[in-house]
């Protein structure tokens, strides 16, 4: 039974990302009611109360303060149902809760633009979106980024973060040896964690995030490697940073909901 949680905190960097997860929240519970109104037989009869939303809301003072503990509560009690967990979150931050619930032993196949490590001139040295991975409590889970397009961080300085890297370029260059190298990481894996930050897309294709970056991931190639990583072992996957004020013609919206049905339907359907 897949668990969808809904945890729409944007502070601290791409301010307006939260109604974007409030946004693809509505689309979950279009596609359950979409589902209940269907008389014929369908592929979504796999979803049919087999679907639970949690949405949680940053309303007072306190909410926001105790944002952290609220996700790691949040995350604890999802992961610990054993259910694939859809995280649909603002910025990139909010997925830190659940990232820090996973810890050690995980391995979190992240799609992003940015290595959010990032220690330069211009960014400030508390916690943001721009460098939390670097602010983990606890052991921190072993990560292989996939599309960045960074070109200021040294390979030293990416390697204490992450154990590969598979920026934009090589995947452009022959994405057969990366789907085929993130097939045998993530077969090897315990359990594998999948989080994309919206941006990992080109802008072309998805142009509703604060920082655009151009030569990203096309929708088939990122299909492509998500089908790579794919396995009985993903118990779960996060969605970051859209930001539907700026999006062209629900560009991005249209995307992400077909990407977060597809993704539950697999998730309902797949054998144990």
């Excluded at 995280?87 to 959010?116: C, I, K, R």
């Excluded at 204490?160 to 994405?175: G, I, S």
Aim: proline fraction near 6%; aromatic fraction near 10%; hydrophobic fraction near 45%.
């Amino acid at each position: 039974m897949p668990a969808v949680v809904v945890f729409p905190f944007d502070l601290f960097g791409s301010a307006g990302t939260g109604a974007g997860a409030r946004l693809l929240g509505d689309a979950v519970h279009e596609i359950l009611d979409d589902t209940e109104r269907e008389t014929r037989p369908c592929r979504a009869d796999a979803l049919r109360g087999n679907v639970r939303v949690t949405e949680l809301e940053f309303e007072s003072l306190a909410e926001v303060g105790d944002w952290r503990n609220r996700g790691r509560r949040a995350a604890r009690a999802a992961l610990k149902s054993r259910e694939f967990v859809l995280w649909l979150g603002g910025n990139h931050l909010s997925a830190l809760p659940l990232l820090e619930e996973l810890g050690g032993g995980t391995l979190v196949v992240q799609f992003d633009a940015h290595l959010d490590v990032y220690a330069f001139h211009d960014n400030t040295t508390e916690l943001s979106h721009g460098n939390f991975l670097s602010h983990f409590s606890g052991p921190r889970p072993r990560f292989v980024n996939v599309g960045h397009r960074d070109l200021f961080l040294t390979p030293a300085e990416i390697a204490e973060t992450f154990e590969a890297v598979y920026p934009a370029w090589e995947v452009a260059a022959d994405v057969n040896r990366v789907a085929a190298e993130l097939r045998a990481k993530a077969g090897a894996a315990k359990r594998v964690w999948i989080d994309l930050d919206c941006d990992a897309f080109d802008p072309a294709a998805l142009p509703a995030v604060a920082e655009p970056l151009p030569f990203g991931l096309a929708p088939p190639t990122f299909l492509a490697l998500f089908e790579a990583v794919w396995g009985g072992n993903v118990v779960g996957m996060s969605v970051s940073e859209f930001d539907p004020g700026r999006d062209v013609r629900d560009t991005g919206l249209n995307l992400l909901g077909w990407l977060v049905e597809y993704v539950l339907l697999k998730a309902a359907t797949r054998t144990p």
